[in-house]
């Protein structure tokens, strides 16, 4: 059953007395209502942009790769910091456009109450152009409600803030899934520990993802060489790289070293930290971008070269680099034979409703 319907007023210097609504058809709920994105949006865009240096925020497809990257620092700062002190329940991610150039989006949580229950989407709105249903290795992502209660109670989180920082990990995360219990878990690292997300594949395109395990409910998990990657990404169609800017069997041992010392996640520092986007915070953020080593003469690529969410960033003087997995195993093994590996992984990321594979005598 749907919870009631939402009227939360919105807080913003640049839309006064007015409140964000839910949209709702039959059994399917849309917050924030699909008519007020370009407002909010607006009206969010003017704070983010107002308080940056005049050459920051004006970055565009012609912007080099280091004032790029300060966007993106920036916008990410931006969204983190506002989803932890919003009080309209707003949630904001920020995403790299087809230019590379990061933009303020609103997350619009779809709820729907059907036969499995309660389930959840989410869209990103960063303008009538760019609406994503961010895909992960070509399929849809639908949450039973299970995920979401289960974050709550089993992660640390400050009150009012565990959807935005379910929001952050899950899909701010480059993702592997292992075996893990009777199926299989898409694995994040956090906070000195993992989590594991269950998931199903019971409609083609799709992946229902059932619940969140952290490592005290991880009583089973396998180590698989070659690990199932998996990216998200923007458009229909998604074909796996050959190449990627990480290396994959690194993510699976610390995955697995992880889970069999059995670390636990840290607890939460006493209070919360209080953040307001100003004008002396937008302009320090070139000089953090620059302590972190991504000075003028930086690079910025979309991950695994997949536009998508997740950004590779390259340092001054360094040129990009790109993985191929089977090299990387066979500079481990050079003695085994890794195709049935490879075409075993190769069958699971095709899923059980892929179509055979067809061949000639």
Partial sequence: MLPPPKHV????????????????????????HTEQLPLLLRALNLEFYGKLPDRIARVDHRGDGFHKIVLHQSAMLYCQGLNRTRADRLKLFDLPDANLVTKISIVQHITEDCPRGLTHRFRFYAGSDFFPEIRLSGRRLLFA?????????????????????FLEIFYGSALISLPCGPGRAFMIAY?????????????????????????????QLSAELPPCVHNFHYATDYTSPKKR?????????????????????????????????????GLVMRDATIRQGFGPGSSIFFLDNIPGPHLALVKPGNKEVLFDELECCQYCDAKFDWAPAFARRDAILAGPHAAPATGTK
């Fill in 9 to 32: 007023p919105f807080f913003s210097i640049y839309r006064e007395n007015f409140e964000v609504v839910e949209e709702r058809h039959g059994h399917v709920s849309l917050y924030p």
């Fill in 145 to 165: 409600d299970h995920v979401l209660q289960r974050f709550s109670s089993r992660v640390p989180n400050y009150i009012g803030e565990d959807l935005g920082n």
């Fill in 191 to 219: 906070n000195n520990s993992i989590l594991a997300f269950p998931y199903r594949e019971e409609m083609p395109g799709e992946y229902f993802i059932t619940t969140c395990l952290t490592i005290n409910e991880m009583h």
């Fill in 245 to 281: 800017h990480w290396l994959t069997p690194q993510r699976l041992l610390d995955t697995y070293g992880v889970w069999t010392k059995k670390s636990q996640m840290k607890p939460l520092t006493d209070g919360k930290t209080h953040f307001k986007w100003d004008h002396k915070l």
